[in-house]
T-cell receptor, first 113, second 115 residues
Framework: GENVEQHPSTLSVQEGDSAVIKCTYS??????FPWYKQELGKRPQLIID?????GEKKDQRIAVTLNKTAKHFSLHITETQPEDSAVYFCAASLSGGYQKVTFGTGTKLQVIP | DTGVSQDPRHKITKRGQNVTFRCDPISEHNRLYWYRQTLGQGPEFLTY????????KSRLLSDRFSAERPKGSFSTLEIQRTEQGDSAMYLC?????????????FGEGSRLTVL
């Protein structure tokens, strides 16, 4: 089955700096890669996703890049703000999300004011 | 509230007891997932349904776990003869149309503590 690895497990940045979280996946057939944000005590919520026919996607301060050949994808957050502090999970799925979604182990991001 | 709801939110039980969790997905969502999350880990897939059909069950899931979605609406997850290792947050999520958007809408979760 699919295996998703995520690094780093914790990340501290100064407010205004950029943050990068990296993930690798094992199943070359995976074609849908969402990112979820989970604030303390709350449910995970989708912040951005990318499909394998696209190499990069951007939404305001967040962007995701995908390298299918290397089987890795990354989340980039620019101009970080204290409200970006949370745990971020990458994930991978077959069939554009039509089958089970396999999550990484998470990155705890702390933005220091 | 039109989101995914789960009940109970918290359950404390003694080892060996049975517990059941309920999930009510967003009404028009035909696909429903169960995940388990322990502290410091990502959600771990347990099982999922397309309407009332259970399409996949994790191989890591022991026979003590069973899930149903009898009428294609709400779902239940039962754990028999609970063990301390079952202590976790059990998350339910639903999806409207994965071919168009794969976004999982999660519930608040049911936290299980096995003493």
């Amino acid at each position: 089955g699919e295996n998703v690895e995520q690094h780093p497990s914790t990340l501290s940045v100064q407010e205004g700096d950029s943050a990068v979280i990296k993930c690798t996946y094992s199943d070359s057939a995976s074609n849908y890669f969402p990112w979820y944000k989970q604030e303390l005590g709350k449910r995970p919520q989708l912040i951005i996703d990318i499909r394998s026919n696209v190499g990069e996607k951007k939404d305001q301060r967040i962007a995701v890049t995908l390298n299918k050949t290397a089987k890795h994808f990354s989340l980039h957050i620019t101009e970080t703000q204290p409200e970006d502090s949370a745990v971020y999970f990458c994930a991978a799925s077959l069939s554009g999300g039509y089958q089970k979604v396999t999550f990484g182990t998470g990155t705890k991001l702390q933005v220091i004011p | 509230d039109t989101g995914v709801s789960q009940d109970p939110r918290h359950k404390i039980t003694k080892r060996g007891q049975n517990v059941t969790f309920r999930c009510d997905p967003i009404s028009e969502h035909n696909r429903l997932y169960w995940y388990r999350q322990t502290l410091g880990q990502g959600p771990e897939f347990l099982t999922y349904f397309q309407n009332e059909a259970q399409l996949e069950k994790s191989r890591l899931l022991s026979d003590r776990f069973s899930a149903e979605r009898p009428k294609g609406s709400f779902s239940t997850l039962e754990i028999q003869r609970t063990e301390q290792g079952d202590s976790a947050m059990y998350l339910c999520a639903s999806v409207t149309d994965p071919l168009n958007t794969g976004e999982l809408f999660f519930g608040e979760g049911s936290r299980l503590t096995v003493l």
